[in-house]
Nanobody
Framework: QVQLVESGGGSVQAGGSLRLSCAAS????????AGWFRQAPGQEREFVGG????????DYADSVKGRFTISRDNAKNTVYLQMNSLKPEDTAVYYC?????????????????WGQGTQVTVSS
């Protein structure tokens, strides 16, 4: 059983940056790919970025490409999401998730474990 705890959310003005962290415990984190998702009020949860088990493969939603970077430190059992040039439309609850599937996984249904989420609010 893997537990995931996100941190680093907060409020920032448009154009600013935040770095989210996701700390994993309770399992061999290197056996899991990871992803970040977000959900705004009244909207479905959407894929933001994903990273493979080794960190060698990453992919992003078109809306964040060039602005967000996902990375992981398996020695620290932690996944990061660096968010730059933030926009008001990036406002959402951000969730970290872990998957036993191979490669970068885009679909929430294929993730086995989820964190509790962290709020990101971007003001104009």
């Amino acid at each position: 059983q893997v537990q995931l705890v996100e941190s680093g959310g907060g409020s920032v003005q448009a154009g600013g940056s935040l770095r989210l962290s996701c700390a994993a415990s309770g399992g061999a984190f290197t056996w899991y790919g990871a992803g970040w998702f977000r959900q705004a009020p009244g909207q479905e949860r959407e894929f933001v970025g994903g990273i493979s088990r080794s960190g060698g493969s990453t992919d992003y939603a078109d809306s964040v490409k060039g602005r967000f970077t996902i990375s992981r430190d398996n020695a620290k059992n932690t996944v990061y999401l660096q968010m730059n040039s933030l926009k008001p439309e990036d406002t959402a609850v951000y969730y970290c998730a872990a998957t036993s599937a191979i490669g970068v996984v885009f679909t929430p249904l294929h993730y086995n474990y989820w964190g509790q989420g962290t709020q990101v609010t971007v003001s104009s």
